[in-house]
């Protein structure tokens, strides 16, 4: 018998995402805040939902595909949510970047209702999320594992168990993002300091690419800066929050991070100069913006 | 006729690239203030000299491999410099990692007197100095590439040909150093939070690797902290000297580096605390004493 999952949240990771799993054979109903994301979805031949409640009745596992802890909540425990009529014995994939304590109070919650709850943030973009290749970093019961096992296969390449408890997933996943968000950060700063120091960018982005200098965010990102295109594959918006919960974790537990810190404040620059929703490498430009150079004009 | 090169500087990078230039067919004179280096090359078949400006006699070629300005300008003007001995028509490669006025400066100062003058920093560790298989990011004028050819081929497997003025190279390096040094600190805070959250390193190591917040330096240098151990490949205060050179062009240029400026802080921080000749990698170790934490122990 074909296996019932709900997607909540069908934006370009969420989409992908639960076409992956019609792909792999799961009967799929999608839900979205968006009734435009919903109807994309429909156009595509999956079943469509108003609301988390009703996704997720007679569903077996339930994939939440949002950005933060509010939002996660809101799905499981808001008005039709989720929590209200997923199967007893069933899981929920959580996959949005949140503070580790805030996975483990959201895991306690549902579970003391006998559900199970799967820490398992992503990392990937939307073309990977559409291939089914996505990495998830995910912990849990071995319940959990076994219930949702099939899911992550259908939309992962890489599935990293790291450990029994919620809240785990999520820790690994605000490490990836402190090193992301100061290398793009710092990324940001090394070339627009070469730019002013009128360095050729192109060849710039030649030589640190084969470097000791090099980052996966360099490679990646720098791109965009050398096609002056800052349409948002990932937004600003997202490391303001992400090093936010950062800092936040850094904070509770006493422990400095002066350089998270630093590169927090240019992405709160970069949003508060109006470019919260562009692509992070916008950050870039705020730095050429601010020393009065053009990056796109800036060759030897 | 063999070609005479003189090799001042015979520290780990220094004699490997004394050794490849000998196997490429060069006849090498080295020269070093330590006289322990200069019998180690004597040793395995080299010819030393007591001074720069012995070492330069008949040489067409002097390779400079030292750490700063100041030593540069010391082997070609101070008291028996190779500027009084090196041919005229012949050229000096510098191979320091400097400030691009310093470089600018120095050229300018030995092409007056008829001998070329080649912007070359170096890049790679003394491995590949052995193996002759460095990356050299090289600027100057056509005559200076014309002349030092063959030696460059000798010594890199990359060789990176910038422009025509003295300088650029330099400029190129500390866009590296900028990228480099940022990411050992926050690999460093990285790996520290992580371990003050309670994650397994190794697994954080293996994650990190394959995710988009990798990067050259933590895959290579968060090894050492994995292995507990902090020999010096490269000490703290090499990045305290090079993101110090950031500082003060950026500084001079009004430009602002904020990233740059926390990460020089961390190093200097670990200088402080009496780990400057150790790894660079050695700024975990202040962190986790710092805040109190064992990275040595750090399992889950």
Not at 78 to 103: N, Q, V
Not at 183 to 208: P, R, T, W
Request: proline share 2%; hydrophobic share 50%; charged share 15%.
């Amino acid at each position: 018998m074909t296996q019932r999952i709900a997607v909540i949240g069908l934006g370009s990771m969420g989409l992908g995402m639960a076409q992956s799993l019609q792909r792999a054979g799961f009967a799929v109903t999608g839900c979205d805040v968006s009734q435009a994301a919903v109807s994309r979805f429909v156009a595509a031949g999956g079943q469509g939902a108003a609301t988390p409640a009703d996704a997720a009745r007679d569903a077996e596992i339930v994939v939440s595909v949002v950005v933060n802890a509010a939002q996660t909540e809101s799905i499981l425990f808001g008005e039709s949510g989720a929590a209200e009529t997923l199967a007893k014995g069933g899981a929920f994939i959580s996959s949005a970047t949140m503070d580790p304590e805030a996975a483990r109070a959201l895991a306690a919650r549902l579970e003391a209702t006998g559900r199970h709850y799967l820490d398992a943030p992503i990392s990937g973009g939307a073309v990977r999320a559409a291939e089914g290749a996505l990495t998830i970093l995910a912990s849990g019961s071995a319940a959990a594992f076994t219930k949702a096992r099939g899911a992550l296969e259908a939309m992962a390449a890489n599935i990293y168990a790291l450990g029994d408890k919620p809240g785990t997933g999520a820790a690994f996943k605000m490490i990836n993002q402190l090193l992301a968000g100061v290398h793009i950060a710092v990324a940001s700063e090394a070339m627009a300091f070469a730019a002013k120091q009128g360095l050729d960018l192109h060849k710039v982005y030649e030589v640190i690419t084969k470097s000791a200098g090099n980052s996966w965010c360099f490679e990646n990102r720098m791109q965009h800066v050398l096609d002056n295109d800052y349409a948002p594959r990932s937004a600003i918006d997202i490391f303001v929050k992400d090093l936010g919960i950062v800092q936040d974790m850094a904070r509770a537990a006493k422990f400095p991070v002066p350089i998270a810190s630093a590169a927090l404040q240019m992405f709160l620059m970069s949003a508060a100069a109006g470019m919260g929703r562009d692509d992070d490498s916008s950050v870039a430009r705020l730095y050429a913006q601010i020393a009065g150079i053009d990056l796109a004009s800036a060759r030897r």
